[in-house]
């Protein structure tokens, strides 16, 4: 299929889960695709699974100055860019009295802040129209023990979602938002659970989730996809849920 035919996306943390799951899709549509992350074995192993078409920038989001190097190597690649999805985020889950002011400035300064200067960096390369895509989550519309931190960085990006739509409207550029309930990737991997638990937690989420699984990475790119596409002309500041029902 060619849905994105001739179009250059950026997917930011697109080394694993569903950032690769996306970039996988995207080339599938015609994209070329440059992939975002922190740890270079990641992205070289990506880009040569994702094959032609597929560029990588060592990048940690967190930072500012380091978007700013990003853009300036992303530029040398794709002199325009018609698609961001901006996607890298971390999820860690503490009660309130032991968040840290570390802990919380990281999950900020990933989630929110790295999301906000990568579009003011990359909104020059947007010669034409273009679509930018959020992953927010389930989390910014349900409250759960531990997730306080994490919901409020994606609800952050929600309203950023509409905000941005109404001022990149003149520019033809689309905002949106996807938001997924829980999705089987390395992030679940990442919470600091031994593999007994791991098992565990992967158990507890088919008994929360009413349609009684996870979602699958590509079940979430595939949402991504379509607002990226010309078959979501008219859909500007909106959110799809993602979720199994966990909002219901
Ligand atoms: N999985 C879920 O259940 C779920 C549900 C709802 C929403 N989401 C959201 O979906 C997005 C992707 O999550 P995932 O589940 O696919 O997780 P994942 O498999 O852990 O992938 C996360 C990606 O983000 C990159 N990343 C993290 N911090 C970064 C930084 N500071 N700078 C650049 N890249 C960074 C990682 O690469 P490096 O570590 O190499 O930097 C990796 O490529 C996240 O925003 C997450 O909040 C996930």
Same mark, same amino acid.
Do not use: C
């Given at each position: 299929?060619?849905?994105?035919?001739?179009?250059?996306?950026?997917?930011?943390?697109?080394?694993?889960?569903?950032?690769?799951?996306?970039?996988?899709?995207?080339? $599938?549509?015609?994209?070329?695709?440059?992939?975002?992350?922190?740890?270079?074995?990641?992205?070289?192993?990506?880009?040569?699974?994702?094959?032609?078409?597929?560029?990588?920038?060592?990048?940690?989001?967190?930072?500012?100055?380091?978007?700013?190097?990003?853009?300036?190597? =992303?530029?040398?690649?794709?002199?325009?860019?018609?698609?961001?999805?901006?996607?890298?985020?971390?999820?860690?889950?503490?009660?309130?009295?032991?968040?840290?002011?570390?802990?919380?400035?990281?999950?900020?300064?990933?989630?929110?802040?790295? $999301?906000?200067?990568?579009?003011?960096?990359?909104?020059?390369?947007?010669?034409?129209?273009?679509?930018?895509?959020?992953?927010?989550?389930?989390?910014?519309?349900?409250?759960?023990?531990?997730?306080?931190?994490?919901?409020?960085?994606?609800?952050?990006?929600?309203?950023?979602?509409?905000?941005?739509?109404?001022?990149?409207?003149?520019?033809?550029?689309?905002?949106?938002?996807?938001?997924?309930?829980?999705?089987?990737?390395?992030?679940?991997?990442?919470?600091?659970?031994?593999?007994?638990?791991?098992?565990?937690?992967?158990?507890?989420?088919?008994?929360? =989730?009413?349609?009684?699984?996870?979602?699958?990475?590509?079940?979430?790119?595939? $949402?991504?996809?379509?607002?990226?596409?010309?078959?979501?002309?008219? =859909?500007?500041? $909106?959110?799809?849920?993602?979720?199994?029902?966990?909002?219901?």
């Amino acid at each position: 299929m060619n849905r994105l035919q001739n179009k250059t996306a950026v997917i930011t943390g697109g080394s694993s889960g569903i950032g690769f799951e996306t970039a996988r899709q995207f080339l $599938a549509e015609g994209a070329k695709v440059i992939i975002i992350g922190r740890n270079k074995d990641e992205l070289d192993n990506a880009v040569g699974e994702l094959g032609e078409g597929a560029y990588a920038v060592e990048a940690d989001v967190s930072k500012v100055d380091a978007i700013k190097a990003m853009r300036g190597k =992303i530029e040398k690649i794709f002199p325009s860019l018609d698609i961001l999805f901006v996607n890298a985020g971390i999820a860690k889950f503490a009660a309130i009295e032991d968040v840290t002011e570390e802990w919380f400035d990281n999950q900020f300064n990933t989630n929110f802040k790295g $999301a906000y200067f990568t579009i003011q960096q990359l909104l020059p390369l947007f010669k034409g129209s273009g679509s930018i895509i959020l992953n927010a989550s389930l989390n910014a519309h349900i409250g759960r023990p531990t997730a306080s931190i994490y919901g409020a960085t994606k609800g952050a990006l929600l309203t950023l979602a509409k905000n941005l739509s109404a001022e990149l409207m003149p520019r033809k550029i689309r905002v949106n938002a996807v938001s997924a309930g829980p999705v089987d990737t390395p992030l679940h991997h990442k919470k600091g659970l031994t593999p007994d638990q791991q098992v565990q937690d992967h158990e507890n989420f088919k008994t929360i =989730i009413p349609i009684g699984r996870m979602g699958d990475p590509s079940e979430i790119a595939k $949402a991504v996809l379509f607002f990226a596409s010309d078959d979501a002309p008219f =859909i500007v500041g $909106a959110e799809i849920l993602a979720d199994g029902g966990m909002s219901l």
